[in-house]
Structures are given as C-alpha cells and as structure tokens.
C-alpha cells in the first residue's frame, strides 16, 4: 500500500486537535487530522448526560464564532458544546477524516520522522 505524506498529523479532532488544525492552516501548513469516531466524540458519548460546560459560553468559544442556541452568560450543555465545536471545525475547514483510527506511531528506523500506521493506511508526516 502506497505510505501518505502530509506535513503534520493531528490525533484527534477533539477540542485540541480542532484548535491546531486552525493554526495550522494559519500557517500554511499542510495537515490532516485523524478522528476515530466523530468530532467531538468525547463530548457526545463519554460524558454525563446532564454536563454543560463549567465556564460560561463567553469563555469557552473559539475566537471568531459564538455558541448560536446560547447567550455569552450560559453554561452550554454539552451536546451543544459538541456541535459548536463541529461548526468551528467546518467554518475552519479543518481537513478531518472521521471514522479513522491511529492504531500505532512508529520510530523510522536509520532516518528522522515517525511512520503512522491508521485503519485507512499509512501516513508519513513530515520529520
Ligand atoms: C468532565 C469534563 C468536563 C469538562 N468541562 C470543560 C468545560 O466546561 N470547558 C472547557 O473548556 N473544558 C472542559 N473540559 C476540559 C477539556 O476541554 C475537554 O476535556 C476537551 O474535550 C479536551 O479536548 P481534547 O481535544 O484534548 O481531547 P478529547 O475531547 O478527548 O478529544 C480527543 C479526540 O481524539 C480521538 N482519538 C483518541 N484516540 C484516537 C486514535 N488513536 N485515533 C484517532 N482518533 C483518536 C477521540 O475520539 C476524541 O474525539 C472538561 C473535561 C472533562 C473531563
């Protein structure tokens, strides 16, 4: 199978991973960021029901979007947390693949740089 090269990999497109993939593009750095599961998926499926974020929406948006559903003083439940945080990725046009897992990252042997190896292939970001 053919290895993929991209400048940087990003594990995880979390809150994290959306806020590096930003600034990388920023940066003109070419990038992919690999999510197992969904965007967010951690807000959506590991916590409690009844979380809403323990800051005020105000604090916890990303610059340049405010949470739509919800004023600047409310404490965002976390579906909506988890859905604001699909929008940012979208309005960023973070380069995600969802439903892509790292199963291992791995030394080069004789040479700088890791090889990734994924459910979909391998990639090789940049040393
Ligand atoms: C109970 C709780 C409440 C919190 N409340 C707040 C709050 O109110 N406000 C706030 O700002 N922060 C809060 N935090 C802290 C922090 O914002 C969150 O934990 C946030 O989700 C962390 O983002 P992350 O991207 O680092 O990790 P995660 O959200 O865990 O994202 C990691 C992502 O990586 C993916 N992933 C993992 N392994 C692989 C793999 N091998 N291959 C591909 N994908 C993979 C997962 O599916 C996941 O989507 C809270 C944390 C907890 C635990």
């Known amino acids: ?3 993929e090269k991209t400048e940087v990999l990003v594990v995880g497109a979390g809150q994290a991973g959306i806020a590096m993939s930003e600034h990388l593009r920023a940066y003109g750095i070419k990038h992919v960021v690999l999510e197992r599961s969904r965007i967010a998926e951690r807000w959506r499926s590991c916590r409690w029901d009844s ?6 929406a105000w604090h916890d948006r990303f610059p340049g979007l405010d949470f739509s559903e919800d004023g600047p003083d409310d404490f965002v439940p976390k579906e909506r ?6 929008d940012y990725a ?9 439903g892509v897992e790292v199963k291992e990252v791995r030394r080069n042997v004789g040479r700088t ?3 990734v190896e994924t459910s979909e292939g391998v990639i090789e970001p940049k040393p």
């Open 1 to 3: 199978m053919p290895v």
């Open 81 to 86: 947390v988890a859905d604001y945080l699909a």
């Open 90 to 98: 979208s309005v960023i046009e973070a380069p995600i693949r969802c």
């Open 51 to 56: 979380l809403v974020a323990n800051g005020p």
């Open 113 to 115: 740089g890791f090889e």
